[in-house]
């Protein structure tokens, strides 16, 4: 079904900001609860935010809330994670995906997966 791709990571000095983005290269996000979860080497994948596509509704983890914010632009079909102040701990890749369970926090309900971007936060 839907195909997703992400963009927007890199290298970044801690307390600096990236700005992710995740769009449908194949087929469209309406309907879905979109996530974003992020994985270090040798770590659990680990849940960060998600967003129903229908209204809007959202979840943050606890660890990232007060610096991390996920929208969504339905008339652009994409999906965003702004990430602020930025520490090396949020080192990892970072995946945008699909599902029907509402604002899951478990990447195991999600089942279109892109193909992760690499954000890396120096000291």
């Known amino acids: 079904q839907v195909q997703l791709v992400e963009s927007g990571g890199g290298l970044v000095q801690a307390g600096g900001s990236l700005r992710l983005s995740c769009t449908a290269s194949r087929g469209t996000l309406s309907g879905y609860t979109m996530g974003w979860f992020r994985q270090a080497p040798g770590k659990e994948r680990e849940f960060v935010a998600a967003i129903t596509w229908s209204r809007g509704g959202t979840r943050v983890a606890d660890s990232v809330k007060d610096r991390f914010t996920i929208s969504r632009d339905n008339a652009k079909n994409m999906v965003y994670l702004q990430m602020d102040d930025l520490k090396p701990d949020d080192t990892a890749v970072y995946y945008c995906?699909?599902?029907?369970?509402?604002?899951?926090?478990?990447?195991?309900?999600?089942?279109?997966w892109g193909q992760g971007t690499q954000v890396t936060v120096s000291s």
């Open positions: 995906a699909a599902g029907y369970y509402v604002l899951s926090n478990n990447h195991r309900q999600y089942t279109n």
